[in-house]
């Protein structure tokens, strides 16, 4: 998977960009706030339909200019296809285009993959286990849209629940209604349990064998699901869906004192271990650093498996930050194989990568090609 050009209109600090990039490698240089990161936050947005850095998509559009596109020509299974996604501000609309048709998002989403490391992919080890299911979910959408299905529809019968336990508290126990969303939620809630300790467990032996690289063998990584209804791996679906209502029953008098659903999946957790010992807890920054490196390297891996190409990976201002050894880590296990956008502020650092590539100024919202030989 390729991306040939990027093209953007009214998208942050650019009123139009037509950009043609190297099919390896893309270095974006220039001082802070100057647009670097806006240009992988497009690619992005193509790829996923939203920012990862912002919820107020209004913040999108250039001022003072009423919508926003950001567009991406591909090459993918040996075709060309134009992607292109608009936001309108004064209808808080998006629309999604495929070589100049409209077609819904369902239809849309995985036609590009990306893989983004950022600063702030630390909080995914250190942060809270919301932010943690947040990660695993965006991997999983990635490469099943029935997994977004389910995921969407789980939220919503969360909510009805939650409504119903706050409105009513200790009025609804043992009632016929409850039971019936009791039911809808062990259903719904097993589908996503399943297929996240799946995911996670083909994510895990990924990571671990990059981690086991990165540390010279000297650390041990484990990735491990964490579920608030068994101890133990449950393997079938159906058994899921058992321990799940089981567990709802359980704790239904707790729930309606509360008001609030205390089982289930949107409150399950990933435990990372180094040598055993809580990642969260106890790894240094450093660790924690080399950790999520082998978590990207992982994901591109487990995109490569399951869509049959290489997914496009964006840095932002990570490279800069990584020592020698994992800069030489990241380099070979992407160099000629992984389309890769990579900002900093500088060029120092990126001299590593043999292969040739492009460099480019970015100087408030406008982007030069650095001919390395003039």
Not at 129 to 138: C, G, S, V
Not at 315 to 332: G, K
Request: net charge positive; aromatic share 8%.
């Amino acid at each position: 998977m390729r991306v040939e050009t990027l093209f953007l209109r009214n998208f942050r600090n650019y009123h139009y960009l037509e950009l043609d990039l190297d099919p390896n490698l893309n270095i974006f240089v220039g001082a802070n706030a100057q647009g670097k990161t806006n240009l992988l936050e497009s690619l992005f947005f193509v790829a996923t339909g939203r920012s990862f850095r912002t919820k107020s998509e209004e913040e999108l559009v250039l001022w003072g200019k009423e919508s926003c596109a950001a567009g991406a020509r591909i090459l993918h299974n040996r075709q060309s296809e134009k992607l292109y996604v608009t936001y309108q501000l004064e209808q808080r609309k998006k629309q999604y285009f495929s070589n100049g048709l409209e077609v819904k998002k369902s239809a849309f989403s995985g036609r590009l993959h990306v893989v983004l490391f950022t600063p702030e992919d630390l909080t995914v080890v250190k942060g809270s286990p919301q932010t943690r299911r947040k990660y695993l979910d965006e991997i999983i959408c990635r490469i099943s849209p029935l997994y977004a299905y389910s995921l969407s529809r789980y939220q919503h019968i969360l909510r009805q629940r939650n409504q119903l336990l706050k409105t009513y508290r200790e009025k609804i126990i043992a009632s016929a209604e409850l039971a019936s969303w009791n039911i809808q939620l062990a259903r719904e809630g097993a589908k996503l349990i399943a297929k996240r300790q799946f995911v996670l467990h083909r994510l895990g032996l990924l990571a671990r064998l990059s981690h086991r690289k990165l540390t010279g063998r000297e650390e041990s990584l484990a990735v491990n699901y964490q579920t608030n209804i068994a101890k133990e791996i449950l393997p079938k679906t159906d058994m899921i869906e058992q321990a799940l209502l089981q567990a709802l029953r359980e704790n239904e008098k707790k729930e309606c004192r509360v008001g609030q659903t205390l089982i289930g999946p949107h409150r399950d957790d990933i435990n990372f271990t180094l040598n055993n010992k809580n990642a969260r807890l106890y790894a240094s920054q450093g660790q924690q650093r080399t950790l999520i490196l082998a978590l990207k390297m992982a994901e591109i891996e487990l995109i490569k498996s399951e869509c049959g190409e290489f997914p496009i990976l964006l840095l932002d201002d990570v490279f800069s930050e990584l020592d020698e050894r994992r800069r030489h880590f990241v380099i070979e296990n992407i160099e000629g194989k992984v389309q890769t956008l990579i900002t900093g502020t500088t060029a120092e650092g990126m001299n590593a990568f043999k292969k040739a590539g492009k460099i480019f100024m970015v100087q408030r919202g406008e982007v030069k090609y650095i001919d390395p030989h003039r």
